[in-house]
């Protein structure tokens, strides 16, 4: 692969057409799937009833904003180390839906939070350090959208974005730290996961949807980004 | 009571996919002229 080579808008702008178009295409067979799996193959939970079905977007959702910003800050800190005009632009584009997926966490989890918990919103770790995440998104978008010089607003971006990345472990961790009324991990690298397999795999199925969704829509708006200049 | 959370959920989820894919087409017609 050459990696340098693909460093210039100009030579990532087809590639970016040819992976934004298949990613697309497994992001809506992924979806459908998903759906399918997560709306009526997925047994009814016995505690939470139907209700429960709101873990096949809250819990992808969630992933995707921490991976996203993760995504994010690594292209950032790339221009930063590098100054590559591509890496700023990933950056910018990535953003948008970053902060679309972090809403739709809080948004899922809030209408899930009702029924379960008894209320929409509660000031606890794991809550508040999501709503910062969301936060940073708009801060580094707002950031990037006042400063008329590129180069400027890439770096000032990527600083933002940098530091924002503490808030990551703190999302994921804050379970276990605090004591929350957000429940702990669904799923684990270490263990087993503590739920039915076909609820699992419906998750599995609309993550892996909300990820090739996440890269089509990021490379077809990088190569608006390229089409605009920069 | 607890469809109105579900469709809630998944109404708006997807509402919010279909307005950025619709936002970004825009875009993408404004940036080829």
């Given at each position: 692969m050459k990696w340098?080579?693909?460093?210039?808008?100009?030579?990532?702008?087809?590639?970016?057409?040819?992976?934004?178009?298949?990613?697309?295409?497994?992001?809506?067979?992924?979806?459908?799937?998903?759906?399918?799996?997560?709306?009526?193959?997925?047994?009814?939970?016995?505690?939470?009833?139907?209700?429960?079905?709101?873990?096949?977007?809250?819990?992808?959702?969630?992933?995707?904003?921490?991976?996203?910003?993760?995504?994010?800050?690594?292209?950032?800190?790339?221009?930063?180390?590098?100054?590559?005009?591509?890496?700023?632009?990933?950056?910018?584009?990535?953003?948008?839906?970053?902060?679309l997926f972090t809403f739709i966490a809080l948004w899922t989890g809030a209408l899930w939070g009702r029924p379960t918990w008894g209320t929409y919103w509660v000031w606890d770790a794991r809550l508040t350090s999501e709503l910062i995440l969301l936060f940073l998104y708009l801060g580094f978008i707002a950031l990037q959208a006042s400063i008329d010089d590129r180069r400027r607003s890439d770096r000032a971006g990527a600083v933002l974005a940098i530091v924002g990345v503490v808030n990551i472990p703190i999302?994921?961790?804050?379970?276990?730290?605090?004591?929350?009324?957000?429940?702990?991990?669904?799923?684990?690298?270490?263990?087993?996961?503590?739920?039915?397999?076909?609820?699992?795999?419906?998750?599995?199925?609309?993550?892996?949807?909300?990820?090739?969704?996440?890269?089509?829509?990021s490379l077809v708006r990088v190569r608006c980004i390229i089409r605009e200049g920069g | 009571m607890n469809h109105w959370y579900l469709w809630g959920s998944y109404g708006v989820t997807f509402a919010l996919l279909f307005v950025e894919l619709a936002l970004l087409m825009k875009r993408v017609r404004e940036t080829k002229t």
């Open positions: 340098f080579w693909y460093a210039s808008p100009e030579t990532f702008y087809p590639l970016a057409r040819r992976i934004a178009l298949a990613c697309g295409v497994a992001a809506a067979a992924l979806a459908v799937a998903g759906l399918y799996v997560g709306l009526i193959v997925a047994p009814t939970d016995a505690q939470q009833g139907e209700v429960y079905r709101i873990i096949f977007i809250h819990v992808p959702a969630a992933w995707m904003s921490m991976f996203i910003y993760v995504m994010m800050a690594f292209w950032a800190a790339l221009g930063l180390a590098l100054n590559t005009r591509l890496s700023g632009m990933m950056a910018r584009a990535l953003a948008p839906t970053g902060a999302i994921y961790y804050s379970v276990q730290w605090w004591n929350t009324l957000h429940q702990g991990a669904s799923v684990s690298f270490t263990r087993a996961p503590s739920m039915a397999a076909t609820m699992f795999a419906g998750m599995i199925l609309m993550a892996l949807a909300f990820w090739m969704y996440s890269i089509a829509v | -």
